[in-house]
C-alpha cells in the first residue's frame, strides 16, 4: 500500500495543474475580473442614485439568482416523468471505502446500513485514520476483525465476511482513502463517510448506473440532512432539507448540460481504474472530493475520453449535518474555502470550449459564485443602512423586489417539492406549510448565514488556514443511540 501511495503521489504531480499551472488565459481573467469590477460599479451607485437603483447590488444579486432558478426549472421537466430504466444484466463489482477517525459513536450505524444492502457490496474496508477513540475496541469486539499492523489491512471480519480493516496512521481523509483503494480491487469504488447511513437500495442503484453508461466515471447520490434532536438540531434540519432539495435538483440540472462537478464525497461512486489514472485524492485541498472531479474531467479533455459525471436519484442516504450556528459556519467556511482552492487551480478550464458546457456555461457560473457572498452580504447592509436612514425612496421599492423574489422563490419551493416526491418517493417527506414559511423567512436568516460561512472561507482561503475545530454529529449519534 505504501508503494501504491507514492505511485499516485506521482501520477497527481504529473496530472494535477496545482504543480505546473498552465498559463492562466485571457477569457479567465476578464470572467473573474469582469465579475469583481461588476461589483465595483454597481456599489458605486450607492453614492448618487438615491432610488431603488442606489440597492444595484441586490438587483444584481436578485436577478442572478432569478435566472440559475428558472434554468434549474427548465432542466428539471424531465423529471416529471418516470423513465423505463433498461437492465443491463451483469453489474460491475463494487467495494465501499468508509474513511473515519474517531467516528466510534457513529460507525455501526453507518456499517449496519452498509451490511443490509439489498445488493451487498463484495468488501467493505474501514479506513481508521489514526483514531483513539476506541474505534479499534469497537471493530473488535462488534465485528470480530483482528487488529492489523499499522499501515495493513486486516483479513475478513469471521461474523462479516465482506468487512475488513486498514488500520493507518493519522494522515488525512484522502490519504486514507488512496490507501484503501489497493485493497479494495473491485471495479468500482463508493466512498462513505462514517456519518452517513446509505437506505437499502443505494448500492444497486449506483451499481444500475454504471453498468448502463461504460462513460460514467463519478457520480453522486442524493442525500439528506439529519441534525440534532433539540431545538438548534430541529432548526438546522428544516432550513438544510429545504437547501438540499434545491442544491440536488441543481446537480441534476447541470448533469444534463455535462458540467455537473459536485460529487459528494459522503456518498460517491468512482470507476477505481480512472481514480488511479489521475493521482487520486488529493491530501492538500480542503474539498478533494470536488478538486478530484475537476480532475477526471480535466484529464478526460486531455486524453480524448469521454468521461462525464451524473447525479443518481435512485442511490439515497442520509448525513450528519451541522446542528449549530458554529458548527455550520466552520462547515461552510471549509467548503468555501476549498472551492476558491479549486477554482484557483483550474482557472485554464474556465470559458474554454475545450470542455463543452462545462467550460462555457458551468466554470463562469461558478467564478461570479466565487463573489456571491460578497454580493450577498452588501446587499443586506445596504439595506439596513437605507432602513435606518429612513430613505424610503430606495426602501420602498427594494420591499417590491423582495416581495417579488420571495414570490419566486416560494413557487420554487413548491416545484421542488413535487419533484422530489416524483424523483425519490418516500424519502421526500417535506411538510408543505413549512416550505412556505422556509421561503419566507429564509433571505434574512439562513441565507445570511450561509453568505457568512462562505466570507469566512475567503478569510481562509487568503490565510491558509487548515485549522476548523471538532465536528461533533449530533443527528446521526441520536439515532444511534
Request: proline share 5%; charged share 20%; glycine share 10%.
Amino acid at each position: 500500500m505504501t508503494g501504491l501511495t507514492s505511485d499516485l503521489d506521482r501520477i497527481r504531480h504529473a496530472v494535477s495543474p496545482r504543480y505546473v499551472p498552465p498559463p492562466t488565459p485571457l477569457r479567465a481573467v476578464l470572467i473573474h475580473g469582469g465579475v469583481l469590477l461588476l461589483w465595483i460599479v454597481l456599489f458605486a451607485r450607492v453614492f448618487g442614485a438615491g432610488n431603488v437603483f442606489t440597492w444595484s447590488v441586490g438587483l444584481a444579486y436578485v436577478g442572478y439568482d432569478t435566472v440559475l432558478l428558472l434554468f434549474v426549472f427548465a432542466q428539471t421537466l424531465p423529471l416529471l416523468r418516470r423513465p423505463v430504466v433498461a437492465d443491463p444484466g451483469e453489474r460491475p463489482s463494487l467495494g465501499v471505502i468508509v474513511a473515519a477517525r474517531n467516528e466510534a459513536a457513529v460507525l455501526p450505524v453507518t456499517i449496519a446500513g452498509l451490511l443490509a444492502q439489498t445488493q451487498p457490496p463484495e468488501v467493505v474496508v474501514i479506513a481508521d485514520d489514526g483514531s483513539d477513540d476506541g474505534t479499534a475496541a469497537l471493530l473488535m469486539r462488534d465485528y470480530g476483525l483482528v487488529q492489523p499492523e499499522l499501515g495493513r489491512m486486516s483479513g475478513p471480519s469471521e461474523r462479516y465476511p465482506s468487512l475488513r480493516w486498514l488500520r493507518l496512521p493519522h494522515g488525512g481523509k484522502a490519504r486514507a482513502l488512496n490507501m484503501a483503494m489497493e485493497g479494495v480491487g473491485t471495479e468500482l469504488v463508493l466512498t462513505v463517510d462514517s456519518d452517513t447511513i446509505l437506505e437499502p437500495d443505494a448500492v444497486a442503484a449506483m451499481r444500475l448506473a454504471f453498468a448502463r453508461d461504460r462513460a460514467l466515471v463519478a457520480a453522486t447520490g442524493v442525500l439528506f440532512p439529519i441534525c440534532g434532536r433539540d431545538l438548534s438540531g430541529r432548526l438546522f434540519q428544516w432550513f438544510q432539507t429545504y437547501e438540499y432539495m434545491r442544491n440536488f435538483l441543481s446537480r441534476y440540472a447541470w448533469s444534463r448540460q455535462g458540467g455537473l462537478l459536485l460529487i459528494s464525497g459522503a456518498f460517491a461512486a468512482y470507476r477505481r481504474q480512472a481514480v488511479l489514472d489521475v493521482g487520486g485524492f488529493d491530501p492538500d485541498c480542503l474539498v478533494e472530493d470536488y478538486e478530484l472531479t475537476h480532475r477526471l474531467r480535466d484529464y478526460a479533455v486531455g486524453h480524448g475520453l469521454d468521461w462525464h459525471t451524473d447525479v443518481i436519484g435512485g442511490a439515497r442516504a442520509r448525513t450528519d449535518a451541522p446542528a449549530s450556528v458554529g458548527a455550520f459556519l466552520r462547515q461552510r467556511r471549509r467548503w468555501f474555502g476549498g472551492f476558491l482552492q479549486t477554482q484557483l487551480w483550474y482557472r485554464h478550464m474556465v470559458g474554454n470550449a475545450r470542455y463543452g458546457r462545462l467550460g462555457t456555461r458551468m466554470l463562469p457560473v461558478k467564478a461570479f459564485d466565487t463573489m456571491q457572498p460578497l454580493y450577498g452580504l452588501t446587499s443586506v447592509v445596504l439595506l439596513l443602512v437605507a432602513l435606518v436612514a429612513g430613505q424610503s425612496a430606495v426602501v420602498a421599492p427594494v420591499a417590491w423586489v423582495i416581495a417579488a423574489k420571495i414570490g419566486l422563490d416560494l413557487a420554487f419551493y413548491l416545484w421542488s417539492l413535487l419533484l422530489y416526491r416524483r424523483w425519490l418517493g418516500d424519502m421526500a417527506r417535506a411538510n408543505l406549510v413549512w416550505a412556505v414559511v422556509a421561503a419566507v423567512i429564509e433571505p434574512f436568516t439562513f441565507q445570511v448565514l450561509r453568505h457568512s460561512g462562505a466570507a469566512l472561507g475567503w478569510v481562509s482561503f487568503l490565510t491558509g488556514q487548515r485549522r476548523w475545530g471538532l465536528q461533533v454529529r449530533s443527528g446521526l449519534a441520536a439515532q444511534n443511540r
